[in-house]
């Protein structure tokens, strides 16, 4: 699957004719700002997987997030990368779902998204949760042991560009939830989708210990025409990912 990497692209330029799998030399990949690219130094000489240094280099960094998904910064800045974590596998962006394909078993592509698809679709999923992820605006997806500045370097044994793929995205915050499943035989794909922090406040109705999950909304919560005065704190799982609801007095005109 190698070899179906892009090159560097102008925010103007943010249309995908079709979906480019980007995959690794072993390590994890990455989605690094466009503004940042300059900053994200991968693999050197002075870094302890690779080098004989004794500090971790960026690609170091990269390979320790734990978990299906992890965030971390790139230069001194502020700003993020979103490490695609767990295990080297090929993956792409759906941009309609704000997500990550990756490519863990499939007879081929059509079944994979096919996956990912119902995976997404499922109210059910298991979702882990793995923090928020901020971006000024569009990403690349990359192999975390490649520099930014080395993506519009052809290799010189093979004439091809680092693996990249482009990732169109508006700047904010997102929290960042993901999943490893298996939903048609012979089939298992991994699924990281970003959604926007400021819509992923979910409304909760509280009953007791039950916690019933009723609509997004930011200024009610509302069940056919009920309309609930107050929101109990509790813990609950909404899609599959925890989330915190402190009280709240609802403005009945809101």
């Not at 965030?71 to 800045?77: A, L, N, Q, R, W």
């Not at 993956?91 to 309609?96: G, K």
């Not at 793995?130 to 192999?143: F, I």
């Not at 990281?192 to 930011?218: D, F, K, T, V």
Request: overall charge negative.
């Amino acid at each position: 699957m190698g070899g179906r990497g892009v090159s560097i692209f102008s925010a103007a330029d943010l249309a995908e004719p079709s979906l480019v799998w980007v995959e690794s030399m072993g390590g994890p990949l990455i989605a690094v700002p466009v503004s940042a690219l300059a900053r994200w130094h991968g693999c050197t000489q002075s870094g302890m997987t690779v080098g004989s240094g004794e500090v971790l280099d960026d690609y170091d960094r990269a390979c320790e997030v734990e978990g299906l998904a992890g965030v971390i910064s790139v230069g001194e800045k502020g700003a993020q990368g979103l490490v695609l974590a767990d295990e080297p596998a090929s993956s792409c962006y759906l941009p309609e779902h704000r997500a990550f394909v990756r490519w863990l078993a499939a007879n081929g592509e059509t079944d994979l998204i096919a996956a990912a698809q119902r995976v997404l679709a499922d109210p059910a999923t298991p979702w882990e949760e793995c923090g928020t992820w901020t971006t000024d605006g569009p990403a690349v997806l990359m192999d975390s042991v490649t520099a930014g500045t080395e993506l519009g370097v052809e290799y010189p044994n093979g004439g091809e560009l680092p693996e990249q793929a482009r990732i169109p995205l508006q700047p904010g915050t997102w929290m960042v939830r993901a999943v490893h499943a298996s939903t048609i035989d012979e089939t298992s794909v991994g699924v990281i989708q970003l959604l926007p922090l400021a819509s992923s406040r979910y409304n909760i109705l509280c009953r007791g210990s039950a916690c019933l999950h009723l609509r997004q909304n930011p200024g009610f919560i509302s069940a056919g025409e009920f309309v609930a005065p107050r929101w109990s704190a509790c813990r609950s799982r909404v899609g599959g990912v925890p989330l915190t609801i402190l009280n709240r007095v609802l403005d009945s005109g809101s």
